[in-house]
């Protein structure tokens, strides 16, 4: 299923995603959490009727840092022997069509695509692969915007993962999808009908598979439903600048696209 939170003429809703293709597609209000057993509300809206927010609430957002050799690589650094885990704040994040805010305090920010993982309403707290596994509600995609010349000049990531708007989330949550080799990918241009190919890979090729991840990090901190794990980017990163739009893609599950606006 694919569950998404929405904008509509009366409030905000969580509802199911239905249909296919581009066109067509309508979301059906539901008046339980996504977790829960889904009770729909028999309201029904085509989906350009309504304003996709992010998907889920989040505690917190972990990031995996280097998880494709390519990226580590490109980045100049060896893949780490263990996950390599950072925080992006709640605050981070936004939703499809919100805008990239570029503060003035940094001069290059970069795009990173990524497959995101939500965790289901048991949590987890030290577990095992398989109870990684059965702790996973379902996967969303995510751009994880980072201020690279900050990155390299602090001595740890938080202020270069962490501004406002960093960690666009969507358009929606994939609870029934097999993530072992999937394409990510990420496009950025002037104009949307016209974008350049900037990152296009594989989720075979990550260095820690998904379950890893998940496990890892329950051992570190204990997560909690809604909680999001961000699983690495392919090669590819590049600056993004006001006025360009970044469309970020996982097979699978669908399009995440934001505009990217000056703070200042």
């Not at 249909?19 to 959490?33: F, K, N, Q, R, W």
């Not at 960093?166 to 994939?174: M, R, T, V």
């Not at 600056?239 to 200042?264: H, K, M, W, Y």
Request: glycine fraction near 10%; include cysteine.
């Amino acid at each position: 299923m694919r569950f998404a939170r929405f904008v509509h003429a009366a409030g905000v809703s969580f509802g199911v995603v239905e249909g296919d293709g581009a066109s067509g597609l309508t979301v059906a209000e539901i008046s339980s959490l996504p977790f829960e057993k889904v009770v729909p509300t028999g309201q029904r809206w085509a989906l350009p009727d309504v304003r996709l927010l992010a998907p889920i609430f989040s505690s917190k957002v972990i990031g995996v840092g280097r998880n494709y050799a390519e990226h580590a690589a490109e980045m100049g650094n060896e893949v780490p022997k263990e996950p390599l885990i950072f925080i992006k704040p709640s605050t981070s994040v936004i939703g499809p069509n919100d805008a990239i805010r570029i503060p003035s305090v940094t001069t290059q920010v970069e795009e990173e695509a990524e497959l995101a993982v939500v965790i289901g309403a048991t949590g987890a707290r030290r577990v095992d692969r398989a109870g990684a596994e059965k702790a996973i509600f379902g996967y969303t995609v995510a751009n994880d915007v980072t201020a690279r010349d900050l990155q390299r000049k602090d001595p740890q990531w938080t202020r270069a993962k962490g501004f406002d708007s960093f960690c666009p989330l969507g358009p929606w949550i994939e609870t029934e999808l097999d993530v072992s080799d999937l394409e990510v990918r990420c496009e950025v241009g002037r104009d949307p009908n016209n974008m350049e190919v900037r990152q296009i890979g594989r989720t075979k090729d990550m260095v820690f598979d998904i379950p890893t991840l998940v496990s890892y990090v329950s051992h570190v901190m204990t997560l909690l439903p809604g909680d999001v794990i961000l699983t690495g980017t392919p090669a590819g990163v590049s600056q993004i600048v006001p006025g360009d739009t970044v469309s970020v893609s996982v097979q699978g599950i669908g399009e995440l696209r934001n505009t990217v606006v000056a703070l200042d």
